[in-house]
């Protein structure tokens, strides 16, 4: 598994596991099939309403903590500095976690100035509970404004990211400032599987529509967390590093429309 350097020094491995819509006992069983083909990053949020099935998947297979990267957000209604404390108090008792690896504002909010969020942010940094910080859903405009409120580096930035929604210049803009990008929804909740650009792209190499698309976002360092409630789908989501998409290839997906 290749992993991106983040601004805070640490790691991360570019392709992990997200877990929107994931619940119950599902959701249990695909984080332990998961980490059992070879998973170690685990992407989920306080709105999820997932963590504490997560958490007690991830105690009862017994892996080192070290050996797990989970991130986890807060949501958009509690970006007050107490707020904030109180919403990742609650994330870290679900998952009964002494830190995450990675915190986000979930979505921006005109209603609480970034600059009180991340003031909360320092904190639980301070404190050991978080190893690096970062937002999702940021335009440009507000990526500007959070690199300028936040004494702490802004490690990503989690955007909705696929060939048919090809988030370039904030793409570029992100990784001008050595922000990494984040794809979720990478597969466009499934749209993409039937996609006959990527399915006949995808035998020239003997793969699947989905797997070129996780390929195309690979290939470019964007961090690729989809979700799964399958094995077989988990399996296929992870063979996309022996091989390589040529030039003009990635330059048709680049402008698929």
Known sequence: ??????????????????????????CERI???????????????????????????LREIHMDREDIFLTTKIWHSHLKYDEVLSQFEE???????????LLLIHHPSDAVPVAETFEAFQ???????VKSIGISNFSIAQVEEACEASELPICTNQVEYHVRR?????????????????AHRPLAVGNLASDTV????????GKTA???????LIQQDIITIPKSGSVPHLQ?????????????????LDTVT
């Open 1 to 26: 598994m290749k992993n991106v350097k983040l601004l805070s020094g640490h790691e991360i491995p570019i392709l992990g596991l997200g877990t929107w819509q994931l619940k119950g006992r599902q």
């Open 210 to 216: 989905a797997q070129v698309a996780l390929r195309w």
């Open 31 to 57: 984080i332990k099939e998961a980490i059992g083909l070879g998973y170690t990053h685990i992407d989920t949020a306080w709105m999820y309403q997932n963590q504490r099935e997560i958490g007690k998947a």
């Open 166 to 182: 090809n988030r370039s210049e904030l793409r570029d803009y992100c990784h001008a400032r050595d922000i990494v990008m984040t």
């Open 236 to 252: 296929e989501n992870l063979d996309v590093f022996e091989w390589e998409l040529t030039d003009e290839e990635m330059r048709t």
């Open 123 to 129: 904190k639980l940094y301070d404190a050991g509970q």
């Open 91 to 101: 994330c870290l008792s679900d998952l009964q976690m002494d830190y995450v690896d």
């Open 198 to 205: 990527l399915r006949e792209i995808g035998e020239n190499h």
